[in-house]
Nanobody
Framework: QVQLMESGGGSVQAGGSLKLSCVAS?????MGWFRQGPGKEREGVAG???????DYAESVKGRFTISKDNAMNTLYLQMNSLKAEDTAVYYC??????????????????WGQGIQVTVSS
């Protein structure tokens, strides 16, 4: 069983930055960040494969950076140049078996509770 705890969300003006953290317990071979905006489907934002390779959604490339501290088993998402359309609940996800790609919901068994990010224009 893996438990995930997100932190770092909040409100920021457009153009600002936030850094999300996700502390994990258990085996987390593959991890990712997802988000769900108002009235939208949950979508993959960024993910790290077991070999350390990183995947990003097109909408956040060049603005968001995903990283992982393996010693602390903590996943991060640095979000810069935030836009109003980045407003969403952000979720951390993990699994011990990387059966699919890091931006696909079906890859993950374990999910955090979610944390709100609000960007005002």
């Amino acid at each position: 069983q893996v438990q995930l705890m997100e932190s770092g969300g909040g409100s920021v003006q457009a153009g600002g930055s936030l850094k999300l953290s996700c502390v994990a317990s258990g085996d987390t071979a593959i991890m990712g960040w997802f988000r769900q905006g108002p009235g939208k489907e949950r979508e993959g934002v960024a993910g790290i494969r077991p070999d350390g390779a990183k995947d990003y959604a097109e909408s956040v490339k060049g603005r968001f950076t995903i990283s992982k501290d393996n010693a602390m088993n903590t996943l991060y998402l640095q979000m810069n140049s935030l836009k109003a359309e980045d407003t969403a609940v952000y979720y951390c996800a993990a699994d011990s078996r990387p059966l699919y790609g890091p931006l696909l919901r079906q890859t993950y068994t374990y999910w955090g509770q979610g944390i709100q990010v609000t960007v005002s224009s």
